[in-house]
């Protein structure tokens, strides 16, 4: 009931794990996929991730967002090379790469194609956080990016944005080349700030940091809302959900999919064999499908 097909591939349920600190390891990826996600992400990979530093407190947790300074890679890109079956095993695998080096794009797929490749790759290009440096990639690099990857595999290649980076003009120019199967909005947004008044002080590390959970969702389906009116390809929707609703909401504005993170951070893997099942219950009680209620949005 909740199966879906996006980009050629067959996916038992909408919700995805969205790239973040879970998918450092295979078994949180495995844990998650045992619960029914339709799909797993990595963390983002980057060939040389070991200079990057990392700022403590690296998480805050507010009422209904959390912010994180979160941008070291633990794991190094070459694990997924020797583990990736074992995930493709129980599900799709989504490898996610960073357009900062269009070089290391082309690296990292090129060694997966010869070896075992994943069902999707993601390619990330909004972090708008990224520490102290804001995450601004110029979309030249992207294009680059894209074409290197695209060179390289015949799966599906998804491209993330942040709200911060949408630009339309540019997102129709890769779409007609080509380049990019399907949209994925959003990354964590800001930078934000949260301030510790006994102290004075930041409450992360890094002064300010990314901006996820359910406080972005309505910015991010607003941003959605834009986009599905002027791209073909399919969107994926990200950004705050913690239930069954905030699916439908992305589903209802035309979504293919949707990407869950903190709310997995915070609550486990097994939230999404808990949302899958609110959703069911949901189109049974509606007499409805999730192709019924894909883009039934009333203005
Ligand atoms: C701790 C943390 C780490 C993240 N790391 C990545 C990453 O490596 N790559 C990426 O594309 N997005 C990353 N994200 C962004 C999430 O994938 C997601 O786009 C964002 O958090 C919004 O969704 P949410 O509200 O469901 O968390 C991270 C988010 C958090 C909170």
């Known amino acids: 009931m909740l199966e879906i097909n996006l980009c050629?591939?067959?996916?038992?349920?909408?919700?995805?794990?969205?790239?973040g600190t879970l998918g450092e390891n295979k078994e949180n990826l495995i844990e998650c996929l045992k619960y029914n996600a339709g799909a797993v992400a990595t963390r983002t990979l980057r060939v040389n991730s070991a200079c990057r530093e990392l700022f403590r407190p690296a998480y805050y947790f507010g009422d209904n967002f959390m912010l994180n300074a979160d941008n070291q890679n633990i794991t190094p890109w070459t694990y997924w090379l020797e583990n990736n079956k074992d995930v493709e095993?129980?599900?799709?695998l989504i490898i996610s790469l960073s357009a900062r080096n269009p070089d290391d794009c082309k690296t990292i797929v090129s060694a997966f194609?010869?070896?075992?490749?994943?069902?999707?790759?993601?390619?990330?290009?909004?972090?708008?956080?990224?520490?102290k440096i804001y995450g601004e990639i110029p979309y030249k690099d992207v294009e680059k990016s894209l074409g290197l990857i695209k060179k390289e595999t015949k799966r599906a290649v998804f491209l993330k944005l942040s709200l911060n980076n949408v630009n339309i003009k540019q997102l129709k120019k890769l779409e007609s080349k080509k380049l990019v199967d399907a949209f994925v909005l959003s990354n964590s947004i800001g930078p934000g700030l949260k301030i510790d008044v006994e102290k004075k002080k930041p409450v992360l590390g890094s002064t300010v940091g990314g901006m996820s959970g359910p406080a972005i969702k309505p910015l991010v389906l607003a941003k959605i809302y834009e986009l599905r009116q002027q791209i073909k390809k399919p969107i994926i929707g990200v950004g705050?959900?913690?239930?069954?609703?905030?699916?439908?909401?992305?589903i209802i504005l035309g979504c293919e999919a949707v990407q869950i993170y903190t709310t997995v951070h915070l609550r486990g893997p097994k939230v999404f064999e808990e949302i899958n099942q609110d959703l069911k219950n949901f189109l049974?009680?509606?007499k409805e499908s999730l192709s019924s209620i894909r883009g039934s949005l009333i203005i």
């Not at 591939?9 to 790239?19: E, H, N, V, W």
């Not at 095993?89 to 799709?92: D, V």
């Not at 194609?113 to 520490?131: G, I, T």
């Open 240 to 250: 705050g959900i913690a239930n069954a609703k905030d699916v439908l909401e992305y």
């Open 8 to 19: 050629g591939k067959k996916l038992k349920s909408p919700l995805i794990l969205a790239s």
């Open 89 to 92: 095993r129980y599900g799709p």
């Open 113 to 131: 194609e010869k070896k075992c490749p994943p069902s999707f790759y993601e390619l990330n290009f909004s972090c708008p956080h990224s520490a």
């Open 284 to 286: 049974i009680e509606k």
